[in-house]
C-alpha cells in the first residue's frame, strides 16, 4: 500500500466531509431554540430502544429485517474500516484489541459473516426498490447508488480478506473466517500475482468507498446514517397526546410583548426558520422509507397530504435557501401556500399513525398544528366551516354554538347528582360531543347508570359544564384553548376537583396531558379504565346475554395516545354471548375515523376516511362495531350510512353494550337479525 496515497485520499475525503457537515451544521442554527437536553438517562434508553436495536424496524417485517441486518452490519464493520484504512498507511497495522487474541478472533469471525449478511441485505433491497417497487418508496437514483455501493464495499472487503489468508500462509477453510475461506479458495484458483492485484483493488475499493459514501450522505437521504441515532435521541420526553405551547402566545398572555421589537409577533410557524432546530434535525433524518405515508388515513383516501411528500418538500425548501438563512438580510418567504399547500394542512386528522411508525421519531403532528397556527391566529384563515365551530365555543362553549343552558338535556328523567367535593370523589365531564349530539347522548346515559349502579361517589356540573379547549388547539386557535384552559383549571379548582371521569377521549387527552402544563393536575380516567375495574371488582355484573359478533375500533386518542388498547376489550370479554373479533388494523396498526384534529367540523373532499375504516372494521363480518369514543361513534356511524349498511350494522360505545349486559340500558340500541 502507498502511504502518501492514503493520506492525500484521507486529508481530501475528511476535509470535504467537514466542509459538508459545518454547512449542515449552520443550517441546523437557523431553526429556532428549543431544549433537548433533558432527562439524559431516558433518552439514552428511547436511544438503546429505538435507534440502536431498532424496535420499529420489523414493523415492516421483510424490509425491516433487512435494514436491520445492514445497520448492524454496519456497526460491526465500522472497526474493519479503520483496520483496513490503518494498513494504507502500515501494511501489518492492527487495532491491538483486536489481535491474536480471544477478542480479537471472535471480531474477525463477526465481521466476516457480517460482510456476507450485509451484501445478500444490500442485494434483496435492491432487488426491492428497483423490481418490487412498493408504492411507498420513491425510486431513487441516490438509494441505488448507496445500495451498489454497500454491495461493491462488502465484495472487496471479502477479496481482500481472502487474499490476507492466501498471503499469510493460512491454507484449507479457515473457521475463523468462513466467507473469507471462500474468497481465498477461489483467489487460489489464479495465479498469485493476479490473487495480489484483486486482494490490493479489494483493500483500495473499500476503503475510498467508505470515503465517498461518507461525503455522499450529507446531500441525500442517507444524511439518516448520521443524524438518526441524535435524532431519536433528542426527540420530545413529553407526553404523546402534548403539542408545544406558542412561546409567543404565552407572551401576549402574559402581557409581556417586547415594545421594541419592530416586526410582528409570529405565531406558530410562518417560514421554515420558525420551525425548531429539532424539526430541522427531523428534516435531516427522514430515511425517505415512506412509512408514514403509508399509514396516513388522508393519503390512503387521496388527500393532498402525504407526510413524506410534505416533510421532504420542505426539506428542500430549506437547502435551497441555505445561503439565505444563514447571512443577513434574509428574505420573507412563507411556506404556505407556495411550499405547503394549505389544504395539506387542513388535511391531517392528527391520528399520530405516522409517528407510530416512524423508524427515526419523525413528529408530524406539532408540525402541522403550528402551520395551523399561522393560519388561524396570525392570517385569520381557518376553513369557514371551522372558523364557525371555532365561534361557537368562544361563545357559546361548544363547537355547535347550540345554548349552553340545552347541554344538560341529556340527563332527563336520569339521577345525576350535582358536583359537590365533599361528596363526590370523580367529577364526570361528557365533553360537547356527548352532551349535545343526539346519537351520543345515549352513551352519558349509559354511563351514569353504570356509576350510579356500581355506587361511585361522583357528580356533574350541567349546563355549567365547560368545552375543554381541544377543538380549539388542534384547530391551531392557541390563544382559544390557552382561555379556555386557563379557566377550567381555575374553575376544577376552586371546586375542589381532584379526579375527572369523562367518557371522551379528546376530552381525557387534554385533561391528562395538556392541562398540567398549565397547572391543572388532574388525575383522569377514560370510562373504559373505570368500568373495567368496577367490572372486575365484581360492583358491575354484566350478566344478560348479547349474542352478537363485535369488532372493536381504536379511537386515536385512547389507543395510539395513551396506549389504552385493553380496558375496552377486558370489558367486552365479560360480556357474555359477545364475540369479539380482531382485525390487523388495530390497536397501534388502528386507522382514524376521520374525525380528529377538528376535522369533524370540516368539509372532506375525495374519499372519505371513514367509509374506509368502516370497510375495515366490517370485513371481520361483525353485527356491531364497539367504540369508545363520541366522535368514532358519529363518524363510523355516517360510514356505515354511506354504505347503506346501517339498518343491518350497529354501531355502540362499550358503555352502552356494558350497560345492555347490566339490564340498566334498552336492548333497542342492539341491531337484531
Ligand atoms: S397525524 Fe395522521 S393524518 Fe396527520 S399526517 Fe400523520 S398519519 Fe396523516
Ligand atoms: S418521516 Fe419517518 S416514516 Fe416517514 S419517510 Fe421519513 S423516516 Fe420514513
Not at 417560514?271 to 399509514?295: A, P, Y
Not at 418567504?333 to 399547500?341: F, K, N, S
Not at 389507543?559 to 380496558?567: E, L, V
Request: hydrophobic share 40%; aromatic share 10%; charged share 25%.
Amino acid at each position: 500500500m502507498d502511504p502518501k496515497t492514503m493520506l492525500i485520499v484521507m486529508v481530501v475525503a475528511f476535509g470535504v466531509f467537514t466542509w459538508s457537515a459545518l454547512k449542515r451544521w449552520r443550517l441546523l442554527t437557523v431553526g429556532a431554540a428549543i431544549d433537548r437536553f433533558d432527562q439524559i438517562g431516558e433518552r439514552i434508553k428511547v436511544a438503546l430502544k429505538i435507534a440502536i436495536f431498532q424496535k420499529k424496524m420489523p414493523k415492516y417485517r421483510t424490509m425491516g429485517l433487512i435494514h436491520i441486518a445492514i445497520f448492524w452490519g454496519f456497526l460491526a464493520l465500522l472497526l474493519n474500516t479503520v483496520i483496513l484504512w490503518g494498513r494504507g498507511f502500515d501494511e501489518g497495522f492492527n487495532l491491538w484489541i483486536l489481535g491474536d487474541n480471544p477478542l480479537g478472533h471472535a471480531y474477525h469471525f463477526v465481521k466476516d459473516v457480517f460482510s456476507g449478511v450485509v451484501l445478500v441485505a444490500a442485494l434483496l433491497a435492491l432487488i426491492n426498490r428497483v423490481v418490487v417497487r412498493p408504492a411507498r418508496f420513491t425510486l431513487s437514483f441516490e438509494a441505488t447508488l448507496i445500495l451498489l455501493i454497500i454491495s461493491t464495499m462488502m465484495v472487496a472487503d471479502l477479496a481482500y480478506w481472502g487474499w490476507q489468508q492466501i498471503e499469510t500462509g493460512q491454507t484449507g477453510f479457515v473457521a475463523g473466517e468462513p466467507l473469507a475461506s471462500v474468497s481465498a479458495s477461489l483467489l487460489g484458483q489464479l495465479d498469485r500475482s493476479t490473487a495480489a492485484l484483486v486482494g490490493t483493488v479489494g483493500f483500495w475499493t473499500h476503503s475510498v468507498l467508505v470515503l465517498i459514501f461518507m461525503n455522499l450522505l450529507p446531500y441525500g437521504k442517507h444524511f439518516h446514517v448520521i443524524t438518526a441515532i441524535p435524532n431519536v435521541f433528542l426527540t420530545s420526553l413529553d407526553p404523546k397526546g402534548r403539542l408545544p405551547k406558542d412561546e409567543n402566545i404565552e407572551k401576549v398572555l402574559r402581557d409581556e410583548e417586547d415594545e421594541d421589537e419592530e416586526e410582528e409577533p409570529v405565531f406558530g410557524v410562518a417560514e421554515v426558520q420558525h420551525f425548531h432546530w429539532k424539526d430541522i434535525l427531523d428534516m435531516f433524518s427522514c430515511t425517505e422509507c415512506g412509512r408514514c405515508t403509508d399509514n396516513c388515513p388522508a393519503a390512503k383516501t387521496q388527500k393532498p397530504l402525504k407526510p413524506k411528500t410534505f416533510l421532504t418538500a420542505v426539506r428542500d425548501h430549506l437547502y435551497l435557501r441555505h445561503e439565505e438563512l444563514t447571512s443577513e438580510p434574509q428574505k420573507s418567504r412563507p411556506l404556505i401556500p407556495v411550499i405547503v399547500d394549505p389544504e395539506v394542512v387542513w388535511n391531517c386528522t392528527t391520528c399520530r399513525a405516522c409517528e407510530e411508525e416512524c423508524p427515526v421519531m419523525i413528529s408530524y403532528v406539532d408540525k402541522f398544528v403550528r402551520l395551523r397556527r399561522d393560519l388561524v391566529e396570525s392570517r385569520g384563515e381557518p376553513p369557514a366551516e371551522l372558523a364557525t365551530a371555532l365561534r361557537g365555543i368562544e361563545t357559546n362553549a361548544n363547537p355547535w354554538n347550540l345554548s349552553p343552558m340545552d347541554r344538560d338535556g341529556w340527563t332527563e328523567g336520569l339521577e345525576v347528582p350535582a358536583f359537590d367535593a365533599d361528596e363526590c370523589e370523580y367529577l364526570l365531564f361528557t365533553g360537547c360531543m356527548a352532551s349535545f349530539d343526539d346519537r351520543a347522548k345515549k352513551i352519558s346515559r349509559s354511563l351514569t347508570q353504570l356509576l350510579n349502579q356500581a355506587g361511585v361517589s361522583y357528580g356533574y356540573l350541567g349546563s355549567d359544564e365547560p368545552c375543554c379547549g381541544e377543538t380549539a388547539r388542534r384547530a391551531g386557535s392557541e390563544s382559544n384553548f390557552r382561555m379556555i384552559a386557563d379557566m377550567n383549571i381555575e374553575t376544577f379548582k376552586e371546586l375542589g376537583v381532584k379526579k375527572i371521569i369523562t367518557g371522551c377521549p379528546h376530552c381525557f387527552n387534554t385533561f391528562k396531558n395538556e392541562y398540567p402544563e398549565f397547572d391543572g393536575q388532574f388525575e383522569v380516567l377514560h370510562h373504559t379504565e373505570l368500568l373495567a375495574d368496577l367490572v372486575a371488582q365484581g360492583k358491575l355484573s354484566p350478566t344478560e346475554r348479547i349474542e352478537q359478533r363485535v369488532v372493536f375500533h381504536d379511537g386515536c386518542y385512547l389507543g395510539r395516545y395513551n396506549d389504552i388498547y385493553d380496558a375496552p376489550r377486558q370489558l367486552l370479554a365479560r360480556i357474555p354471548g359477545l364475540e369479539v373479533a380482531e382485525i390487523t388494523q388495530s390497536k397501534e396498526r388502528g386507522l382514524c375515523c376521520g374525525g380528529g384534529g377538528a376535522r369533524f367540523f370540516m368539509e372532506e373532499s375525495g374519499d372519505r376516511i371513514n367509509g374506509l375504516r368502516v370497510s375495515e372494521l366490517v370485513s371481520a363480518q361483525p353485527k356491531s362495531i364497539a367504540s369508545a369514543c363520541p366522535y368514532c361513534m358519529t363518524m363510523l356511524s355516517d360510514g356505515l350510512k354511506d354504505k347503506d349498511l346501517f339498518d343491518d350494522k350497529g354501531q355502540l360505545d362499550v358503555a352502552e353494550l356494558l350497560a345492555i349486559s347490566c339490564g340498566l340500558t334498552d336492548r333497542k340500541l342492539l341491531k337484531q337479525g
